[in-house]
Nanobody, 117 residues
Framework: QVQLVESGGGLVQAGGSLRLSCAAS????????MGWYRQAPGKQRELVAR????????YYSDSVRGRFTISRDNAKNMVYLQMNSLKPEDTAVYYC??????????WGQGTQVTVSS
């Protein structure tokens, strides 16, 4: 079994910053891509950022590019999302995602991020 646990969410004022962390544990030999998704009330879950194993090819959605930075620590099986210049429209539940080769894709339980105006 593989578990993903997110942390670091909370309430912040517009313009502020938060850093999300996600720890993967369990029967893990390696992890391919890791990513962060978010889902706001009444909206579909959307990909926010994604990072490859080597961290050389990253993806950011247009709405967060230039404000958010994804990074990972392969030795610790962790992925991070540094969120700066937060906006009220960034309010959502943020989910961590990890793809394990020949095993499958796993999700965390989500962490709430609320940005007040």
């Amino acid at each position: 079994q593989v578990q993903l646990v997110e942390s670091g969410g909370g309430l912040v004022q517009a313009g502020g910053s938060l850093r999300l962390s996600c720890a993967a544990s369990g029967r893990i030999s390696s992890i391919n891509t890791m990513g962060w998704y978010r889902q706001a009330p009444g909206k579909q879950r959307e990909l926010v950022a994604r990072i490859t194993t080597g961290g050389t090819t990253n993806y950011y959605s247009d709405s967060v590019r230039g404000r958010f930075t994804i990074s990972r620590d392969n030795a610790k099986n962790m992925v991070y999302l540094q969120m700066n210049s937060l906006k009220p429209e960034d309010t959502a539940v943020y989910y961590c995602n990890a793809n394990l080769p020949r095993v499958g894709t796993y999700w965390g339980q989500g962490t709430q991020v609320t940005v007040s105006s």
